[in-house]
């Protein structure tokens, strides 16, 4: 039986981040060989990431990042809110994203398949909950080509990701990057659905024209007008249903006396030459999943006893 030395186990916690007694007893059942003790902690690491799977991960952060060419936006959650101050978490999504937009996986799945170190991204989320001790796990991202504008808000609860048209000469100046920040920025703060009015479906638009409709004759101040009237309000209140929901007719959050597109026509003139908005994502820190309720009193209790 090998000696196991504190300096040994040091070392050990040093290379993976474990506990000292998890690390002391890795390297006694590996008999001193920390290679052998390294593939236990991880095998260890791995049973705990199966067991912790099934907890609530509604919490950690959204991320975007664009390099010139790529733009990425990307979630990452986890069980608590403390996570996303941790480093190595962050670090994680941080190198997660820069691996979306070099190997250009389909999906999640695929993405857990992507090299990463000596390993995969499934191999590095395991190990990371391994460290940190919570239920990992990668949601969803969505990966643009071409010239991209990322924001991210207080520290990763929104993240913004727009794809612009334009010229790399237009696009290498920094008063398109200021241009870029500010239309991810009205994203963040007015939350559009479209991009533009011709966007908009068919039977959404329907539904909205129904329901207008039926708020006319609801009330008795409309209720009897004409119909060639009724026609003329509902235009009316269409386009502000467009000022509401389609970006580029929204007005700037920086200046509401000029709506999207007439600062985008502004921005081009000044830069001499064109600018379109593409498309967008806007991705909020666990939309749409339960968060985890905690007992606190029950927690304090179990650990008490």
């Known amino acids: 039986m090998a000696t196991i030395s504190a300096k040994d186990v040091m070392e050990l916690r ?9 690390c002391k007893k890795a390297l006694t059942d590996a008999n001193g060989d920390f290679a052998k ?3 236990l ?10 067991k912790k799977a099934g907890r609530v991960a509604a919490e950690g952060m959204v991320y975007a990042a664009s390099n010139g060419t790529v733009g990425v936006a990307l979630e990452v959650n986890a069980e608590t809110d403390f996570v996303a101050k941790n480093d190595k978490f962050v670090s994680f999504v941080k190198e997660v994203a820069e691996i979306i937009m070099e190997q250009n996986p389909a999906d999640v799945e695929a993405l857990l398949a992507c090299k990463m170190g000596e390993g995969t991204v499934d191999d590095g989320l395991k190990g990371l909950v391994l460290v940190i001790k ?8 969505v990966r643009y080509e071409g010239t991209c504008a990322a924001y991210i808000h207080a520290g990763g609860t929104h993240a913004v990701l727009v794809n612009f048209d334009t010229t790399a000469e237009v696009a290498a100046k920094p008063e398109f990057a200021a241009y870029g ?6 994203i963040a703060a007015a939350n559009p659905t479209y991009v533009r009015p011709e966007e908009v479906p068919a039977d959404v638009l329907a539904k909205e024209k129904e329901i207008l409709l039926a708020q006319m004759a609801n009330d008795p ?6 119909e060639a009237v009724k026609e003329k309000m509902i235009i009316g209140k269409v386009n502000k249903y467009y000022k509401e929901f389609c970006l580029v007719d ?3 959050v920086k200046d509401d006396k000029q709506s999207v597109a007439q600062y985008t026509a502004h921005v081009a003139k000044e830069l001499g030459g064109e600018i379109a908005i593409v498309k967008f994502v806007r991705f909020e820190k666990g939309e749409g999943l339960e968060k985890r309720q905690d007992d606190f009193a029950a927690e304090v209790a179990s650990m008490a006893k």
């Not at 040093?14 to 998890?22: F, L, R, S």
């Not at 991880?42 to 990431?49: I, N």
């Open 181 to 186: 920040k500010d239309i991810a920025m009205q």
């Open 37 to 39: 003790a390294v593939e």
């Open 14 to 22: 040093k290379q993976t981040d474990c506990g000292m007694m998890e």
């Open 134 to 141: 919570e239920n990992i796990q990668i949601r969803r991202f």
């Open 250 to 252: 929204q007005p700037f």
């Open 221 to 226: 101040k409309t209720a009897n007008k004409p």
């Open 41 to 50: 902690l991880r095998e260890k690491g791995l049973a705990t990431a199966a």
